[in-house]
Structure formats: C-alpha cells, structure tokens
Nanobody
C-alpha cells in the first residue's frame, strides 16, 4: 500500500490550498480514509475523515473551512482548505484503512503517507 500526499505550500492567511492523496495497493472504494495534521511539538490530530459510503466528519477547528472528497476512479482523496488561519500550519498526512473507533483518532488507521507541509504566513 502506498499513499502519496501533495499540494502543500506556503499561503497567506485567508488563502486556500487543495491537498491530494494518491493511493495504490488497496481496495480504495472500500477503505475509510482520513486527513491528519501534526505541528512541531504537538500530537497528531484528526482533521477530516470519509467513510466508504462517502459521509464525512470534521474536527471542530476546521468545520466549515475544509472539505474532504474522494474520487474512486482516480484512487485519490482531496482536502480543500479555505480561509486558512495561522493555527493551521502543520505536516498534513493522509491515512487509509480505518480499523474502527473514533474516525479522527490517528491510531485507528493502518496505512499512512509521508505527509505534505502546509505553511500559513503573511
């Protein structure tokens, strides 16, 4: 299984980015997926998750600003991030194969990408 994130960049506060996660080696349309982030010195936190049927869940801190979507034909999940704030910078990770429990808890996913860096600065 391979997960490859892309799309991270430097953006000004209030700006937007779209992260992508290309997946291979797993039954993509049967796998719950998630996006997580980790800033230096902080724990990895759940940002958004999507179930096999497509329903999504978001952390309170990003609700209304971030949108997770998935393209089963392209084996790719996306995280559209709008209205980026100074507290959003982190390494953003894609996760696959949800194993049960809280969908925004990092320990409940089996496979991980290496991450893509998001920086928010004026």
């Amino acid at each position: 299984v391979q997960l490859v994130e892309s799309g991270g960049n430097l953006v000004q506060p209030g700006g937007s980015l779209r992260l992508s996660c290309a997946c291979s080696g797993l039954a993509f349309d049967e796998s719950g997926m998630g996006w997580f982030r980790q800033a230096p010195g902080k724990e990895r936190e759940g940002v958004a998750s999507i179930e096999r049927a497509g329903s999504t869940r978001y952390a309170d801190s990003v609700q209304g600003r971030f949108t997770l979507s998935k393209d089963n034909t392209a084996n790719t999940v996306y995280l559209q991030m709008n209205s980026l704030k100074p507290e959003d910078p982190a390494m953003y990770y894609c996760a696959a194969r949800y194993t049960g429990g809280d969908r925004l808890r990092w320990a409940n996913y089996k496979y991980w990408g290496r991450g893509t860096q998001v920086t928010v600065s004026a």
